[in-house]
């Protein structure tokens, strides 16, 4: 069950979905003195929500607070992916270095040496700046960025230097802003594009017993300046038009939206639009759910999306899940080691 | 996705069973220099992890200091429960109360009070103590608590007052108590049943990217001090023995172990245990479960269990879910309005 990490936010609460008021068919068949008793039990409940409200305000104070202890760290890390810095011998030491030394050590090291310099020979000069493709490689990998991937964001996201995640003051209405940091590319000039998310952490007077937790309730996206003829959110088709009098006819060319990762940037605002659809609203779910899994997943560990490993911790939970269900009904079925082959589909 | 509320504790993470730490294979693909440089950003991501495992802990701290807050609110649904305070009219006013009269409003009061006298009558002398069974309904609407629950346990459990959590003092090592408070009863001498919750809150060193936040890691009850023949989780069956030299045949009685919801409080040590069974394993795990959601669901708001509005809750989020997938296939299937009649099940 409650498996997920989660500091205190929740995201998926259908945005402008109201749900009425559940009406409880025991409540209406007590004795009227009991319910009485129950109703007063309510009001107490409503006193707890404010309080709850108030403790998420204060976990959110931590995290900025702890924001700032990240923020060294994770400059480092920009540094090193855009080959800012190399880091010394010590500060890159990772214990399977030395386990494939110790697999290396019989006599085969030499071996080994001689291939590692073939390698270098096979590619000459290829000593890449940084961690190529870093960020474009975690899109790639993660179901929920690679659905919005598109082939001609690829080229675009190789200039994609850091992401980052800002909060919002002490006093100031709680938000956080996705920050994506590129370096100086032939597709747009911003230097960085943003996207704000509004949160809100108060129980809805006339709801209170749904309020779990901060909860995202507007995004905001940010104005991309393209270069002439570079932006990939929009395409050029042609259209024939035929003269309703004359009959001659003449090719049009019309700007239509495009599918393209830079969508998540357009400048929506869910506060605006008064009356949702449905559709807008299931788009606004699953952009909140986004924005909150950068904020929660990729920024905090980039590197383990990049090499893999947090995919296959999340693929590893649901198996065990699995396991643990089976095993109610097949007992004794032996020590199943955990060697997934590097299936990188864990949302499936 | 992530939509549990969890104040930063996780609790079903397989205790015992270590997952091996898992192949990257893209990283073993990479360049040299490039590798280099990722592991860097390792080493800088257990720094992250150790970073983390601070933050858990203040959030700890402020749940201390908030359930310090919530305290005074809890001891009045106590009172309340027990009937030891009746709540004034301001108290145990709800809006429903406003609702049912105007609903009455027109000329139809007078018959409703001649109705409300009928029942009364009906009833003679019924003016129960407090919210009767308050806590046994529940542990019976409750899945996963129902599933504990044994017809030999439900008298006793209408002797119980109140739940409380009780969290580690400052400097402590991280657990939480559950304290289940008993009215004086035929059943047990204990006033007070406990099991404690202990957790770990920092990375495991040899495995640090695994880290989530708190977890729980072993938990202990209490010894039942039972009234004679009354303790529900041992049962007395018979069985015939046959004496191999005379043939004779003999009844001896033997005592065996019961379910029982009360078996929950075995003074059962995970870390005693050494090497455990995948089946304690699984025990455990499920054990584990039932604490964090008395904790962080049941205690909070047990009103709301009570009248079923917190299960309806848990409920229409799994359908939204199921709502949202629905509404890609079939666009335009207009409102659903969300009328669940009261179904108890939503774990299922």
């Given at each position: 069950?409650?498996?997920?990490?989660?500091?205190?936010?929740?995201?998926?609460?259908?945005?402008?979905?109201?749900?009425?008021?559940?009406?409880?068919?025991?409540?209406?068949?007590?004795?009227?003195?009991?319910?009485?008793r129950?109703?007063?039990?309510?009001?107490?409940?409503?006193?707890?929500?404010?309080?709850?409200?108030?403790?998420?305000?204060?976990v959110?104070?931590?995290?900025?607070?702890?924001?700032?202890?990240?923020?060294p760290i994770?400059?480092?890390?920009?540094?090193?992916?855009?080959?800012?810095?190399e880091?010394?011998?010590?500060e890159?030491?990772w214990?399977?270095?030395r386990?494939e030394?110790?697999?290396?050590?019989?006599?085969?090291?030499?071996?080994a040496?001689?291939?590692d310099?073939?390698?270098?020979?096979?590619?000459?000069?290829?000593?890449?700046?940084?961690?190529?493709?870093?960020?474009?490689?975690i899109?790639?990998?993660?179901?929920?960025?690679?659905?919005?991937?598109?082939?001609?964001d690829?080229?675009?996201?190789?200039?994609?230097?850091?992401?980052?995640?800002?909060?919002?003051?002490?006093?100031?209405?709680?938000?956080?802003?996705?920050?994506?940091?590129?370096e100086?590319?032939?597709?747009?000039?911003?230097?960085?594009?943003?996207?704000?998310?509004?949160?809100?952490?108060?129980?809805?007077a006339?709801?209170p017993?749904?309020?779990?937790?901060?909860?995202?309730?507007?995004?905001?996206?940010?104005?991309?300046?393209?270069?002439?003829?570079?932006?990939?959110?929009?395409?050029?088709?042609k259209?024939?038009?035929?003269?309703?009098?004359?009959?001659?006819?003449?090719?049009?060319?019309?700007?239509?939206?495009?599918?393209?990762?830079?969508?998540?940037?357009?400048?929506?605002?869910?506060?605006?639009?008064?009356?949702?659809?449905?559709?807008?609203?299931?788009?606004?779910?699953?952009d909140?759910?986004?924005?909150?899994?950068?904020?929660?997943r990729i920024?905090?560990?980039?590197?383990?999306?990049?090499?893999?490993?947090?995919?296959?911790?999340?693929?590893?939970?649901?198996?065990?899940?699995?396991?643990?269900?089976?095993?109610?009904?097949?007992?004794?079925?032996?020590?199943?080691?955990?060697d997934?082959?590097?299936d990188?589909?864990?949302?499936?």
């Amino acid at each position: 069950m409650d498996a997920s990490k989660g500091k205190g936010d929740i995201v998926t609460q259908n945005p402008g979905g109201q749900m009425d008021r559940p009406y409880s068919f025991l409540e209406s068949m007590l004795p009227k003195a009991v319910k009485r008793r129950v109703h007063a039990l309510k009001r107490l409940q409503v006193q707890c929500a404010n309080i709850e409200a108030k403790f998420y305000e204060e976990v959110h104070e931590l995290e900025r607070k702890y924001a700032d202890m990240y923020q060294p760290i994770f400059e480092k890390r920009q540094d090193i992916v855009t080959g800012a810095v190399e880091p010394t011998d010590e500060e890159s030491e990772w214990h399977s270095d030395r386990e494939e030394e110790e697999e290396l050590a019989e006599g085969l090291k030499e071996k080994a040496a001689i291939e590692d310099a073939k390698k270098e020979e096979a590619t000459p000069g290829e000593d890449p700046k940084g961690i190529p493709e870093f960020w474009l490689t975690i899109f790639k990998r993660v179901d929920m960025l690679s659905d919005m991937l598109q082939e001609h964001d690829e080229p675009i996201l190789k200039h994609l230097k850091d992401i980052q995640v800002r909060f919002s003051g002490p006093g100031q209405p709680m938000s956080f802003t996705l920050e994506f940091h590129f370096e100086p590319n032939g597709y747009f000039n911003n230097a960085v594009l943003t996207k704000v998310y509004k949160m809100k952490s108060e129980p809805d007077a006339s709801d209170p017993f749904s309020f779990e937790g901060p909860e995202i309730i507007d995004c905001e996206g940010c104005q991309i300046d393209w270069h002439k003829g570079k932006d990939v959110t929009m395409k050029t088709i042609k259209k024939k038009q035929k003269h309703k009098g004359r009959g001659t006819v003449r090719t049009v060319t019309k700007q239509v939206p495009n599918d393209s990762f830079f969508n998540f940037f357009n400048p929506f605002k869910a506060s605006q639009d008064g009356e949702m659809d449905e559709d807008s609203e299931f788009t606004l779910a699953t952009d909140f759910e986004i924005g909150h899994f950068f904020r929660e997943r990729i920024v905090p560990r980039a590197v383990l999306y990049f090499t893999g490993e947090a995919l296959e911790d999340d693929e590893s939970f649901e198996e065990e899940e699995l396991e643990e269900g089976d095993e109610e009904e097949q007992d004794e079925e032996g020590d199943d080691d955990d060697d997934d082959d590097g299936d990188c589909d864990p949302k499936a």
